[in-house]
């Protein structure tokens, strides 16, 4: 099963006192607030998560794999998340 956006509302409504309209625009907003602070340029950490961050990836040569030929791939920014050790002990259950 995937985790989506509807069953976090979900999730938040029912167990809540929030109407479901309610729940849904508090996970906008929390969404909204994670997307505007990755775009500038700050990182998010989560206790007992995990972290997020934009990392620069710099200009490169590659190769078209069909062709073999040399292609330049422009520079761009990548998103990292990286996990909390609290949260890999409890996957690996050592907690």
């Known amino acids: 099963m995937t985790l989506t956006k509807a069953n ?10 929030l109407t ?3 729940a849904s ?5 929390v969404l909204e607030l994670m997307k505007e602070t990755l775009e500038s340029g700050e990182e998010i950490k989560v206790s007992g998560f995990g972290k997020f961050e ?8 590659g190769r ?6 040399e292609i330049l791939i ?17 996957l690996n259950g050592n907690r």
């Open 74 to 90: 422009p520079e761009r920014k990548v998103l990292r998340f990286k996990v909390s050790q609290v949260l890999k002990d409890e």
């Open 25 to 29: 625009d508090y996970v906008n907003q």
């Open 64 to 69: 078209n794999p069909r062709t073999g030929d």
């Open 20 to 22: 479901k309209k309610e």
């Open 8 to 17: 976090i509302v979900d999730t938040v409504y029912s167990q809540t006192d």
């Open 54 to 61: 934009v990392r620069k990836k710099g200009e490169r040569i």
